[in-house]
T-cell receptor, first 114, second 117 residues
Framework: KAGVTQTPRYLIKTRGQQVTLSCSPI?????VSWYQQTPGQGLQFLFE???????NKGNFPGRFSGRQFSNSRSEMNVSTLELGDSALYLCASRPAQGGFLEQFFGPGTRLTVL | GQQLNQSPQSMFIQEGEDVSMNCTSS?????WLWYKQEPGEGPVLLIALYKAGELTSNGRLTAQFGITRKDSFLNISASIPSDVGIYFCAGQLQLIGGGTSYGKLTFGQGTILTVHP
């Protein structure tokens, strides 16, 4: 089975711009979660989607949004970028059935905001 | 944001030595996961624990889910150079809604492991 894929792997943007990141989960996995990883804050939960609905949300401002499509692929959007948004953005997928909670991560998208 | 207290923050060991790291939380979890992350990659799942008191092994790795559900530890026996990386614990409280389970992972700060040949 192919793993979680994320595109693009690297991205450079300037302050004020917006960005969209993409995640394709493992085939058959219906839940997708997003995390932000920074040296200062570590790994922080952004949100989780299942069946195209946001099921859970972390403590991030409304500039961070996401969506999930009918094929379980997910996108994450950050508007009005700030320098502090520079981070590794990780996507994780899991089956979301039968209490199975093991999440599998993709390689991440490294976002640099200048 | 909330994080687990993971220790030690870093370890420098000789090849062949055993390693032990742990995580504690003020909140209870019903799932503990241990991940390893290497440079430029996402975290890779090593071990998953689902029941308080559970002890699980995966090769040279052994992890336990604490009885209080607020802690977990990971041991690596006979370390080798490829064990180098950052090890994260993660706790999750399972929630049920709409016929499915969901929950967010709360991560520890990570333990940076360096193994000298």
């Amino acid at each position: 089975k192919a793993g979680v894929t994320q595109t693009p792997r690297y991205l450079i943007k300037t302050r004020g711009q917006q960005v969209t990141l993409s995640c394709s989960p493992i085939s058959g996995h219906r839940s997708v979660s997003w995390y932000q990883q920074t040296p200062g804050q570590g790994l922080q939960f952004l949100f989780e989607y299942f069946s195209e609905t946001q099921r859970n949300k972390g403590n991030f401002p409304g500039r961070f949004s996401g969506r999930q499509f009918s094929n379980s692929r997910s996108e994450m959007n950050v508007s009005t970028l700030e320098l502090g948004d520079s981070a590794l953005y990780l996507c994780a997928s899991r089956p979301a059935q039968g209490g199975f909670l093991e999440q599998f991560f993709g390689p991440g998208t490294r976002l640099t905001v200048l | 944001g909330q994080q687990l207290n993971q220790s030690p923050q870093s370890m420098f060991i000789q090849e062949g030595e055993d390693v032990s790291m742990n995580c504690t939380s003020s909140s209870i979890f019903n799932t503990w996961l241990w991940y390893k992350q290497e440079p430029g990659e996402g975290p890779v799942l090593l071990i998953a624990l689902y029941k308080a008191g559970e002890l699980t092994s995966n090769g040279r790795l052994t992890a336990q889910f604490g009885i209080t559900r607020k802690d977990s530890f990971l041991n690596i026996s006979a370390s080798i150079p490829s064990d180098v990386g950052i090890y994260f614990c993660a706790g999750q409280l399972q929630l049920i809604g709409g016929g499915t389970s969901y929950g967010k992972l709360t991560f520890g700060q990570g333990t940076i492991l360096t193994v000298h040949p």
